[in-house]
C-alpha cells in the first residue's frame, strides 16, 4: 500500500507539472541504490538508459552513481496532454 501511495504521488506530480509544458521526454535520476525510486521510475513506464555519476548534492564534492530513466511524453498540447498523461501513467500502475 505504501509503494503505492508513492507511485500515485508521483504520477500526480508528473501530470501536474508536465502537462503545462511542451517536452518530448521527462528525464529522473534516482541512485542506483535507491530501490525505491527506481522501482516507481520502472513502473510509471520509464525506460532505463544506463547509469552516469553525478555531484549531489551540488557543490558537495561527494560523487552519486544513477541510473538514468526517461519517459516518453505524449504529443499534445493543454488538457489533451494531461488527459494522455494521466491515462498512460494510469495504465501503467495498474498492470
Do not use: D
Request: proline residues 5%.
Amino acid at each position: 500500500m505504501r509503494r503505492r501511495l508513492w507511485a500515485t504521488a508521483a504520477t500526480r506530480l508528473i501530470v501536474g507539472r508536465v502537462a503545462k509544458l511542451n517536452h518530448r521526454f521527462l528525464m529522473a535520476f534516482p541512485s542506483v541504490s535507491n530501490q525505491p525510486s527506481n522501482a516507481i521510475c520502472r513502473k510509471l513506464g520509464f525506460t532505463i538508459l544506463g547509469e552516469t555519476s553525478s555531484e549531489y548534492p551540488p557543490k558537495s564534492g561527494l560523487t552519486m552513481r544513477c541510473n538514468i530513466w526517461r519517459l516518453s511524453l505524449p504529443v499534445a498540447s493543454g488538457q489533451s496532454t494531461k488527459r494522455l498523461l494521466e491515462t498512460t501513467l494510469h495504465t501503467n500502475l495498474v498492470s
